[in-house]
C-alpha cells in the first residue's frame, strides 16, 4: 500500500518567494532553525489539521501530516456558513480573526472561497437576539434590526413565521464557505509553503510518548519534536492510543436535508438572493447546552436545493471507536437537547446510514418557518455527518497544550461550529507549539483542557 497519496500538483515556488502576512514578518530565525529540528506531526486532515499545517508552514516550522482519510470526517461536504454572529465577544473576535486568514488564504489561492451573503439570525428566543444585537454594539460591528416585513421587502423569498420574535438581527458578514474548495487551497499552501506534497494516508496505530514517535498502519514510523491532534471525533480514540486519559467528547450524528426549488426558481433560492439564516430555539430544559437551526442558500455548481439542519439534535454515538469518560450516558442525558425531546433514541450504536424522521420533521418544520414556498415534500438529498460534541461546562472550544504532556498540542470539540473558525484555530494551535502570543489571547485560556466539565455534577 502507498504511503502518499499525492495532492493535484499547484504552479508555484518555494517560501521565499511567496507573500506573508505582515504579522508574519520577522520571523525567518525560527523558520531556519525548525527547518533543522525533527518536523511537527500534526495528526488529522480536515479544516482543523490542515489549517495548523498552513499557520506552521508559515511561520516556517517543519511539518508532517497525516490523515486516515475517514470518510465520514466532519469537514467532508460542500458548504457551510461562515459568520460573526455571537453573543460571546471572544467568539465573536476569533471568527473575526478567522475571517481575515480566510482572506489571506483567498488571496494566496486566487480562488473564491465563500459566496457572501450576509447573516440573518432570527427565531423564538429574545434574549439571545437581543444578546448577539447587544454584543454587535459593543464591538462595532455593523447590524441592523428588521422587523418580518422589512425582512420580506429585501429577500421576497424568505417569509418568517409569525411565531418568530418580531426583530430579526441582520448582520452583512456572513457568507456560505466552499468547504471542500477551502481544504483544497489550504493543502495547496502548505505544498507551496514547503510543507508535505501530501499527507501520509493511513490511520495512525500507535504513538510512543517516550520515543515521540507515532507509526500508521501501514508500518512507517514518524518522529516528532511536537505532536498536534486534530482527529475530530476519533480525538479520544487517539488519545488512549497515546495512554493519556479520555477528555469529556461525545459524538452525535446530526443530519442534512437539501430541499428542492419549485421549477424555474432555483435563482431566488441561490446565495446572493437569501442570506444564510440561523434559527435560535430555547433549549427545552434552561440548563441544556445550545441547539438551533440552520439554512444555506443553494450555491452555483453545487448540489441541487437549499440546505437546512438542526443544530445538536442527532442521536449520539455509543461505538467502541469513540470510547468515553465514565459518567457520559448520565451526563449526555441530562444536558443535550436531543435527550430532552427524544430520550427512547439518545445513543445509536452503529452509524446511521437512513434518513432520521425525527431530525427530517424538525428540518421540515424549520423550512416552513422561513423558506414556505420551498418544495418541502420533496427532498434533493439528505446526509448524516458527525458533531465533536463535548461535556465541559460551557460551550467553548477545545484546544490546548496536553496537562499531562507538553509536547502534545489537542486540538477538539468543536460541536458544529468549527469549520468557520478553522484558520484562527489552525493559528492558534500553531502559536503554542512555538510559543507566540495568539491574537485572541482570552481563548487561550477558556480553550484549555483541564477546566470544569459537566460530569461532576450528573
Ligand atoms: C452537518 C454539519 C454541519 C456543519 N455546519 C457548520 C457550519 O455551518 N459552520 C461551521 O463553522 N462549522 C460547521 N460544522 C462543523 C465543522 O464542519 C467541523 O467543526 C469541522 O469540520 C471539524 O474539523 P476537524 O478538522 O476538527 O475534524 P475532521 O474534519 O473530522 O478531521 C479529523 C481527521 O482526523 C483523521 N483521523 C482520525 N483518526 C485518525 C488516525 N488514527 N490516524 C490518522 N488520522 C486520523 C480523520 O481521517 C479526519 O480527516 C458542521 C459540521 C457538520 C457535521
Same mark, same amino acid.
Do not use: H
Given at each position: 500500500m502507498a504511503h502518499f497519496s499525492r495532492w493535484a500538483p499547484v504552479a508555484g515556488g518555494i517560501l521565499a518567494s511567496l507573500p506573508i502576512s505582515d504579522a508574519l514578518k520577522g520571523r525567518k530565525s525560527l523558520r531556519c532553525e525548525a527547518k533543522q529540528s525533527l518536523p511537527v506531526v500534526v495528526l488529522g486532515g480536515g479544516v482543523m489539521g490542515l489549517s495548523t499545517a498552513w499557520s506552521l508552514c508559515r511561520r516556517g516550522v517543519k511539518v508532517e501530516l497525516l490523515d486516515a482519510n475517514h470518510s465520514e470526517k466532519g469537514s467532508w461536504g460542500e458548504t457551510r456558513i461562515a459568520r460573526v454572529s455571537y453573543a460571546d465577544p471572544v467568539m465573536l473576535r476569533l471568527a473575526r480573526r478567522s475571517y481575515e486568514l480566510y482572506e489571506e488564504l483567498k488571496k494566496e489561492h486566487r480562488e473564491p472561497l465563500m459566496c457572501p451573503t450576509g447573516c440573518l439570525d432570527v427565531g423564538f428566543d429574545r434574549r439571545s437576539l437581543d444578546g448577539l444585537a447587544k454584543t454587535y454594539e459593543e464591538l462595532g460591528q455593523s447590524y441592523e434590526r428588521l422587523s418580518h416585513r422589512q425582512v420580506a421587502e429585501r429577500w421576497p423569498m424568505l417569509r418568517l413565521s409569525d411565531d418568530y420574535v418580531e426583530a430579526s438581527v441582520f448582520c452583512p458578514a456572513g457568507d456560505a464557505v466552499l468547504a471542500s474548495v477551502v481544504l483544497e487551497a489550504l493543502k495547496e499552501q502548505v505544498q507551496q509553503l514547503g510543507g508535505p506534497a501530501a499527507y501520509v494516508e493511513s490511520p495512525v496505530v500507535s504513538i510512543d510518548r517516550a520515543k515521540k514517535t507515532v507509526t500508521t498502519e501501514d508500518g512507517k514510523t514518524i518522529a516528532y519534536s511536537k505532536l498536534v491532534l486534530a482527529g475530530g471525533i476519533w480525538s479520544n480514540q487517539i488519545l488512549s492510543l497515546m495512554g493519556l486519559p479520555l477528555l469529556p467528547l461525545v459524538t452525535s450524528v446530526e443530519q442534512q436535508t437539501y430541499y428542492a426549488t419549485p421549477e424555474g426558481t432555483e435563482e431566488l433560492f441561490s446565495a446572493g438572493k437569501l442570506p444564510v439564516v440561523l434559527e435560535h430555539n430555547p433549549s427545552p430544559e434552561p440548563e441544556m447546552k445550545r441547539r438551533g437551526g440552520y439554512m444555506i442558500p443553494h450555491v452555483s455548481n453545487g448540489v441541487d436545493g437549499v440546505k437546512f439542519g438542526m443544530h445538536r439534535q442527532g442521536p449520539l454515538m455509543d461505538h467502541e471507536d469513540f470510547p468515553m469518560v465514565p459518567g457520559a450516558f448520565a451526563a449526555a442525558q441530562r444536558y443535550f437537547a436531543c435527550a430532552g425531546t427524544r430520550a427512547e433514541r439518545l445513543w445509536s450504536q452503529r452509524w446511521p446510514e437512513e434518513e432520521d424522521s425525527h431530525l427530517r420533521e424538525e428540518t421540515d418544520a424549520f423550512a416552513r418557518r422561513i423558506l414556505?414556498?420551498?418544495?418541502? #415534500?420533496?427532498?434533493e438529498l439528505t446526509m448524516r455527518c458527525p458533531y465533536d460534541q463535548h461535556l465541559y461546562a460551557d460551550e467553548d472550544f477545545v484546544v490546548g497544550v496536553h496537562p499531562e504532556d507538553p509536547d502534545i498540542i489537542v486540538v477538539c470539540?468543536?460541536?458544529? #461550529?468549527?469549520f468557520k473558525f478553522g484558520p484562527a484555530i489552525g493559528e492558534m494551535a500553531a502559536t503554542l507549539v512555538t510559543g507566540d502570543s495568539f491574537a485572541v489571547p482570552e481563548s487561550v485560556q477558556r480553550f484549555r483542557l483541564n477546566r470544569p466539565s459537566l460530569l461532576l455534577l450528573s
Open positions: 414556505p414556498d420551498l418544495s418541502i #415534500e420533496k427532498s470539540g468543536f460541536a458544529g #461550529e468549527g
